[in-house]
């Protein structure tokens, strides 16, 4: 047998046999796409932690609004959009790292070296950055949900309490 057939793996039916370089390949796409997925969270992590900065510097004036003019208007209903905000944007910044049934990550307290046993195999390293893939795309899709939410939330908000202001505050 020749060499390049001992290297390639056998396959059923009519599909080419893969190669262990266009494997690798693979595994080097994949790991290159979950650095971008991980860009991507820091990203939205990053725009969570501004938001929650400055969401309290849009939350005073309309406070001394209500305090000057719209005193009649509950101050639980005017803050609890902007608790509503802060309650999805925590949410955004909270790490979410599930445990699933093909992760092999060993999260303990009494970790032992034979926890991290590494085997070479490339199927099993192509299916494991799949697997991050798909978790690390679980992870950003939830983050920009809620960030996006939270946002909603205060771009809403303001401006009806700047009309509140102006109808019934002047």
Known sequence: MSETLADQVPVRGSAR???DEGVQKEIKYFRDFAAVYTDAIRSSDFKANITLLFLPLLMVPILSAHEKNLAHIPVG???????????FLILAIFPRYLRTEKSNFHLSRNAAAHHFTYIHDPDV?????????????????????????????????????????AVYGM
């Open 17 to 19: 046999p893969v190669s």
């Open 77 to 87: 209903l005017i803050l609890a959009p902007f608790l509503v905000a802060y309650f």
């Open 125 to 165: 390293e192509l299916e494991e950055a799949k697997h991050r893939i798909a978790l690390l795309s679980r992870i950003l899709f939830w983050k920009t949900v809620y960030l996006r939410l939270s946002l909603t939330v205060c771009l809403v908000a303001i401006p009806v309490f700047g009309v509140l202001l």
